[in-house]
Nanobody, 117 residues
Framework: QAQLVESGGGLVPPGGSLRLSCAYRGSAIRIDPMRWYRQTQGKQHEVVAQITSNGITNYTEAVKGRFTISADHPGGTGFLQMDNLKPEDTAMYYC???????????WGKGTLVAVSS
């Protein structure tokens, strides 16, 4: 089974930046695609960004032009660079990968991003 560990969250003022990391390992992981989700209290997970193994990226409209997803799969790490942060970006952020076989999805425990003056 897989293990994912997110890091890099914290408290940042509006307009600031954070870089989230997702360290992963496991024998049954499909690395295409890697996704970042976020969740505020009482709401469903929202897909923030996605990257394929050949580098094609997609972003939700709310973060386009401000967030950048990347991955170093030989190093077992994904990243989410977040610039020009806004208070509405405040959420728990989760890394997501799929099981190579079957229907499971793998998640980390999340890292908290708080944007406040």
């Amino acid at each position: 089974q897989a293990q994912l560990v997110e890091s890099g969250g914290g408290l940042v003022p509006p307009g600031g930046s954070l870089r989230l990391s997702c360290a992963y390992r496991g024998s049954a992981i499909r690395i295409d695609p890697m996704r970042w989700y976020r969740q505020t209290q009482g709401k469903q997970h929202e897909v923030v960004a996605q990257i394929t193994s050949n580098g094609i990226t997609n972003y939700t409209e709310a973060v386009k032009g401000r967030f950048t997803i990347s991955a170093d799969h030989p190093g077992g790490t994904g990243f989410l660079q977040m610039d020009n942060l806004k208070p509405e970006d405040t959420a728990m952020y989760y890394c997501n990968l799929l099981q190579n076989r079957g229907d499971m999805e793998y998640w980390g425990k999340g890292t908290l991003v708080a944007v406040s003056s």
